[in-house]
């Protein structure tokens, strides 16, 4: 339990967004052009993660959300897809877990439409359909992620990601 000192005010909580951008984007396509003579039915695999880190001790953070996108036909690579969306947010009057659920969360939620729009557009240059990835609820991943950290941390299951 915390205890203010006499005549402390405690910080405003802030969050807000400095700046948006496209960190690292790649796209493959090693099948080419015979993997566009195929029925396109493939097999998608989506990988998400999100990292943060400091960028000073003024309350500006950097957070990264990562996403690949692997097709497959068959057992043949269609395309491989990455981007890295990232965004400095200025953030005060958070701490501890609550500053680490800010910068889990409502920072991806705010950078995933961008990086959503970035995967589309360069699958459709590269001359494959549409790709519209679903909602994310990072909420929930952020759960997820605690509660297998605690597992782990008790000698439970290893962590997956």
Same mark, same amino acid.
């Given at each position: 339990?915390?205890? +203010?000192?006499?005549?402390?005010?405690?910080?405003? %909580? %802030?969050?807000? @967004?400095?700046?948006?951008? =496209?960190?690292?984007?790649?796209?493959?396509?090693?099948?080419?052009?015979?993997?566009?003579?195929?029925?396109?039915?493939?097999?998608? *695999? @989506?990988?998400? *993660?999100?990292?943060? #880190?400091?960028?000073?001790?003024?309350? #500006?953070?950097? @957070? =990264?959300?990562?996403?690949? /996108?692997?097709?497959?036909?068959?057992?043949?690579?269609?395309?491989?897809?990455? =981007?890295?969306?990232?965004?400095?947010?200025? !953030?005060?009057?958070? +701490?501890?877990?609550?500053?680490?659920?800010?910068?889990?969360?409502?920072?991806? *939620?705010?950078?995933?439409?961008?990086?959503?729009?970035?995967?589309?557009? /360069?699958? =459709?240059?590269?001359?494959?359909?549409?790709?519209?990835?679903?909602? !994310? *609820?990072?909420?929930? @991943?952020? %759960?997820?992620?605690?509660?297998?950290?605690?597992?782990?941390?008790?000698?439970?299951?290893?962590?997956?990601?």
């Amino acid at each position: 339990m915390a205890t +203010e000192q006499a005549g402390t005010q405690p910080q405003p %909580q %802030q969050f807000t @967004v400095q700046r948006i951008y =496209v960190k690292d984007l790649s796209f493959e396509s090693p099948s080419t052009p015979a993997v566009f003579r195929k029925q396109w039915q493939p097999k998608l *695999n @989506v990988d998400l *993660n999100t990292r943060s #880190n400091t960028i000073d001790g003024d309350g #500006n953070y950097e @957070v =990264v959300l990562s996403i690949t /996108i692997t097709a497959k036909l068959d057992e043949e690579t269609a395309f491989l897809v990455e =981007v890295q969306q990232a965004g400095i947010f200025f !953030v005060r009057g958070f +701490e501890g877990e609550d500053l680490r659920r800010i910068l889990g969360t409502a920072a991806p *939620n705010v950078l995933f439409p961008y990086a959503r729009e970035s995967l589309d557009s /360069i699958c =459709v240059k590269g001359a494959f359909p549409p790709i519209v990835l679903a909602p !994310v *609820n990072f909420d929930a @991943v952020y %759960q997820q992620a605690l509660l297998q950290a605690q597992a782990a941390a008790k000698g439970g299951a290893p962590a997956t990601h």
